[in-house]
């Protein structure tokens, strides 16, 4: 998918997948639900922020 992309699109999901993998890291390190809610709806939005960059191709 990223070969497809224009430079700015592929930094910007580069950036949003990297989000998405420290919100994945802590969500597996906290041991409070809330934190893993929160962790849960940023790895959710960030996914709807990828597909959006790669659809606007």
């Known amino acids: 998918?990223?070969?497809e992309l224009t430079g700015y699109q592929a930094e910007e999901i580069e950036r949003l997948q990297s989000i998405g993998g420290r919100a994945r890291s802590l969500r597996k390190q906290s041991p409070s639900p809330a934190l893993r809610n929160v962790c849960d709806a940023i790895m959710g939005e960030v996914k709807l922020m990828i597909r959006?960059?790669?659809?606007s191709s």
Not at 52 to 55: D, L, M, R, W
Request: no cysteine.
């Open 52 to 55: 959006e960059v790669g659809e």
């Open 1 to 3: 998918m990223l070969d």
